[in-house]
């Protein structure tokens, strides 16, 4: 229900008492019609259909089938800081809880219109590029070492300076993928807005409600879920990685035969030198 929790600010008063009654009535919403949601509410049918669409939903409909999923998730997975106190087995246990939950948010929010946009810019770039700083910049770093086995040429900047160079002199047909958990960069969100203006795809891994995905051309949602003043990002870097793993294989099977035969290749390239 988090999706709904990080919405609470944006809601009217009457769609706030939809999201309020469906928060404390989560399995019952999810098998209510639109008639019932409205009338337990007290908000007419059609504050409960803009309800459902300001979370990115289509409509009633599409906000029934994921109360429905919500409900049905493990009840287990939460997260728990880890604490002083704790013991080894404890740390283990809630650092894989908390890595768990973030995967499991990441599917349950990703639209999936994001990334089919996101897909469709990548497939007509001439290039693309990773960008990143920090433990994005690793993120980013490994998304390269993925795409560029499907032919598109590829690349990783996670200096700021580069970042900033580069947005100055791309064009139409670069695509830029911005990976940062907070997307609160002002220099990296300059850059991104710089080089949509000059016609490049921007793409943003971040939080949906941050600058850089203003400056966006395409979205893929990833929120930080976890306490950083204290350790680097942990479980919001696996959903990074699974977003962008995510969205290279869909891209693959976006291009077709070509890019079969690339990753066919590549990993033939590899498999005749093992062993030498």
């Known amino acids: 229900m988090k999706r709904i929790e990080n919405k609470l600010s944006e809601f009217t008063s009457a769609e706030r008492r939809v999201a309020d009654w469906v928060l ?12 019932d949601v409205a009338r337990a509410a007290g ?6 259909i803009r309800f459902s669409r300001r979370l990115g939903l289509s409509g009633f409909r599409e906000l029934s089938r994921w109360l429905a999923a919500e409900v049905s998730r493990p009840a287990g997975f939460v997260h728990r800081d880890v604490g002083p106190d704790d013991t080894i087995a404890d740390v283990v246990s809630k650092v894989l809880d908390a890595s768990i939950q973030a995967l499991v ?15 469709e810019l990548l497939g007509n770039a001439r290039q693309i590029v990773f960008a990143g700083l920090g433990a994005s910049g690793h993120v980013a770093g ?26 100055a002199i791309v064009g139409p047909g670069d695509a830029l ?10 220099d990296l969100n300059d850059a991104a807005e710089h080089a949509r203006q000059r016609g490049a795809a921007v793409i943003a891994v971040t939080d949906p ?14 929120r930080l879920a976890e306490d950083t003043s204290v350790y680097t990002p942990m479980s919001s870097r696996l959903a990074q990685l699974a977003l962008l793993d995510a969205l290279q294989v869909s891209l693959a099977l976006a291009l077709g035969d070509a890019a079969s035969e690339r990753l066919e290749a590549s990993k033939r390239a590899i498999a005749n030198r093992i062993g030498r």
């Not at 599917?107 to 996101?118: N, Q």
């Not at 490994?142 to 947005?167: E, M, N, W, Y």
């Open 142 to 167: 490994d998304a390269c070492h993925k795409f560029f086995r499907l032919g598109i040429p590829a690349s990783t900047v996670t200096d700021l300076p580069g970042i900033l160079q580069l947005a």
């Open 43 to 48: 908000a007419s049918e059609p504050t409960v």
């Open 209 to 222: 409600d941050s600058g850089l995905a203003r400056r966006a051309t395409a979205v893929l949602e990833c």
């Open 177 to 186: 993928v911005f990976v940062s958990a907070r997307g609160a960069w002002d």
């Open 105 to 119: 948010d990441t599917r349950s929010e990703m639209p999936a219109e994001s990334m089919r946009a996101a897909v």
């Open 24 to 35: 404390g009535h989560p399995r019952q919403a999810s098998a209510a019609t639109l008639a």
